[in-house]
């Protein structure tokens, strides 16, 4: 897991809180932040998953053309 991800993750979390506080408190402003910020620790969290990924495949390939 790299930093991507875990912050794409924590983003996630900042924002079902917001929303569920903004929900609690009749404040859309706070409801609508919080879904922003879902939304983007969605793309972090994707971004780091492709990254991941990536450096996964560089790792196959590597071994594969190993002598």
Known sequence: MNKDQVKGVGEQIKGKVNEAVGKATNNPAKELKGDLQQGAG????????????????????ARRNAP
């Not at 780091?48 to 990536?54: C, L, P």
């Open 42 to 61: 969605k793309v972090q969290k994707a971004y780091g998953d492709a990254k991941e990924d990536a450096k996964e495949d560089a790792k196959d390939n």
